[in-house]
T-cell receptor, first 112, second 114 residues
Framework: DSGVTQTPKHLITATGQRVTLRCSPR?????VYWYQQSLDQGLQFLIQ???????AKGNILERFSAQQFPDLHSELNLSSLELGDSALYFC???????????FGPGTRLTVT | DQQVKQNSPSLSVQEGRISILNCDYT??????FLWYKKYPAEGPTFLIS?????DKNEDGRFTVFLNKSAKHLSLHIVPSQPGDSAVYFC?????????????FGTGTRLLVSP
């Protein structure tokens, strides 16, 4: 158990819909990262927050947004969902930035 | 543009033998490298890391070697055990060079047979 929690574990929704994925980092970690893993693909970095502020951005679509709240939990919002958005979404946390990251179990999103 | 490449999608090894997983990178700004292990239905787990000021780092059965001139790193597992069967991801970042992202390779699936 990494100490990072993600909810929900599974999510099935239809195209065009909007969903919110939630992540709680390990106690004491200030950085939160979001990654997408599509079938047979590596982990694609989406976005990083550090202590409530956006720190780095990867290949995150404009339809996706994220935020980190004062209690350090983070949410990833995915809107106007397309079939290609079906993937595993991982959240990770670290004490600062670019330290070893600890990953949550992931949320499997299926868009039908 | 795949800045971190793991060219072998899979590797099969017998229990007790050495497993060698390879990773190549292209970005000269990378100065910190990590290996993660991932079991099905779980998130990746940090395994071992190495800074560019070193060429080797060891932790128990796991050793990572870094060849900066070749932009190549490898993970050695000795001896391999069936429980090591997982997908291994190589990752890189620029801790001291301003490259503030962790870039992952596509992974190598290791199968260790008894």
């Amino acid at each position: 158990d990494s100490g990072v929690t993600q909810t929900p574990k599974h999510l099935i929704t239809a195209t065009g819909q909007r969903v919110t994925l939630r992540c709680s980092p390990r106690s004491g970690d200030l950085s939160v990262y979001w990654y997408q893993q599509s079938l047979d693909q590596g982990l694609q970095f989406l976005i990083q927050y550090y202590n409530g502020e956006e720190r780095a951005k990867g290949n995150i679509l404009e339809r996706f947004s994220a935020q980190q709240f004062p209690d350090l939990h983070s949410e990833l919002n995915l809107s106007s969902l397309e079939l290609g958005d079906s993937a595993l979404y991982f959240c990770a946390s670290s004490v600062r930035g670019l330290d070893e990251q600890y990953f949550g179990p992931g949320t499997r999103l299926t868009v039908t | 543009d795949q800045q971190v490449k793991q060219n072998s999608p899979s590797l099969s090894v017998q229990e007790g033998r050495i497993s060698i997983l390879n990773c190549d990178y292209t970005n000269s700004m990378f100065d910190y490298f990590l290996w993660y292990k991932k079991y099905p239905a779980e998130g990746p787990t940090f395994l071992i890391s190495i800074s560019s000021i070193k060429d080797k780092n060891e932790d128990g059965r796991f050793t990572v070697f870094l060849n900066k001139s070749a932009k190549h790193l490898s993970l050695h597992i000795v001896p391999s055990q069936p429980g090591d069967s997982a997908v291994y991801f190589c990752a890189a970042s620029g801790r001291n060079t301003g490259f503030q992202k962790l870039v992952f390779g596509t992974g190598t699936r290791l199968l260790v047979s008894p």
